[in-house]
């Protein structure tokens, strides 16, 4: 299959008063179209400054970022709804950025939006929602563009344990759905092992793989997953190559 | 939100006691001032207290009507409430605007923040004698003064709003492609909007102070003229009077702030 992201040599180094800050160091892999790959690493080890320079807000020091002209869609750890907008314009926002607020691209999204469940909030602020609808609702704010690659930064770490398993199974099942290509960061090493196709595991600070596992479960389902022997395996090595 | 929610007798009873508190308080309220006022009364007309000194409210009401049948109450109150209100507008816009512009640019901002900080600090009735030579003694010198007490404040205000945009929204709004002016269009300002409605709170406070100090500086005419005059000829029925108009002005000012508010804000 064809691959959508590549990573050769990447270094980034922050300037600031304070002295200089070496992020990533040396860091070289690639996802393949459709590819589910989770990312874990250390907190402050440079995940969220990997997926920056994957969707080119930042230029590498070093090396090179290749994109191949796909597009990308941005996911945060919090929702960033914005409160004075409905749900409904919330997911214009992308179309109206890019300015493509056409009635067949909005027909679009209202169309993710019911096939989703969010029908009924449509119209409501997102005050009104709970945090995992409100998180579903970011997901569909992201996919409003089509981008071909969805980066996701910690997606569900702001969520309760209960919704975090629900709502990861849900966004996980959307995202199989529409045939995406993912990038999910986290610390969480059970839920990258419930989602993803592959691995990658990023040293402490500077980030750099230190390995890539391939995971090879016949089940796609998160929550299955998580019932599964191997699973607890995976587990245990990954949290040792973590901790190494 | 259209039909009327069916509630349980608890919630009932819970609402009562919620209204029940609220008619209280607003109740005492209305006492204390009655007794305030009827305390007054008796002790300025049993001569308690020296009622040419410190007033009464009867007095007051006598002087008002005096006033308003000799066709001047109108005048005045008109003089300062437009030197407020003007004052008011082009500190508050001017202020929005050049924050904005403090926004956009980091080296505008490095380069405004000394002067900003002096300027904050300056008090400005200190240019009182500047002004009345720069801008004459009419009343555009008080809406000078006015607009250079507020604006500081309103600038000050304003920016401290709009760099307390949330990163994160910048950077969503980033990764969608936004240019920096679509990202202060779509969530600098919008967000920004509670910051906007408490600087206009502080700047009504602000504009009656500008309005009023500049009337004992330079006026021939207004609220603040009366005060000094009602001082000067030790009419001081003349003096609480004003004050009393100037307390019913600015509450009232306020009270057009807080509906904005309501208004604006209702979603959050
Ligand atoms: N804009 C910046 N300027 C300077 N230093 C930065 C900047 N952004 C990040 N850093 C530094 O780079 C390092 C990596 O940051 P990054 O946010 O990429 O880590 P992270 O793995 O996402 O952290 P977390 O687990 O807390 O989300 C940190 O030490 C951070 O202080
Ligand atoms: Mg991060």
Known sequence: MKEVLRFDNVCMHYHTKQGETVAVKDLSFSVKEKEFVGIIGPSGCGKTTLLSLAAGLLTPSKGKVENGGVSFGYMLQKDELFPWRTIEKNLFLPLEIKRKCTDENKARVLALAEKYGLKQFLKSYPSALSGGMRQRAA?????????????????????????????????????????????????????????????IVLSKRPATVTATHALDFTENEPLKRRENKAFSAWFELLWRELNA | MKDKPQYTKEHLLYLRGLKRKGLLVNAVRVAVLALLLIVWELAASLEWVNPFITSSPSRIAACIADLYQNGNLGAHVFTTLWETVVGFCIAVGVGYLTALLLWWSEVFRKIAEPYLVVLNALPKIALGPLIIIWVGTGSKAIVFITVLIGLIVAILNML???????????????????????????????????????????????????????????SKAGIGYLIVYGGQVFKLDLVMSAVFILCVLAAVMYAIVALVEKLVIKNR
């Open chain 2, 160 to 218: 401290n709003g709009f760099m307390e945009t949330d990163e994160n929204k910048i950077l969503l709004l980033k990764s969608m492609g936004a240019s920096k002016w679509q990202i202060l269009k779509k969530l600098v300002i919008p967000s920004s909007l509670p910051a906007f409605i408490s600087m206009l709170k502080i700047n009504v406070g602000m504009a009656w102070i500008g309005s009023i100090m500049g009337e004992y500086m330079v």
């Open chain 1, 139 to 199: 997901l569909i704010r992201t996919l409003a563009l089509d981008p071909n690659v969805l980066l996701l930064d910690e997606p569900f770490s702001a969520l309760d344990y209960q919704t975090r398993l629900s709502v990861c199974n849900d966004v996980y099942a959307i995202i199989r759905n529409e045939q995406k290509t993912a990038l999910l960061i986290t610390h969480d090493i059970s839920e990258a092992i419930s989602v993803a196709d592959r691995i």
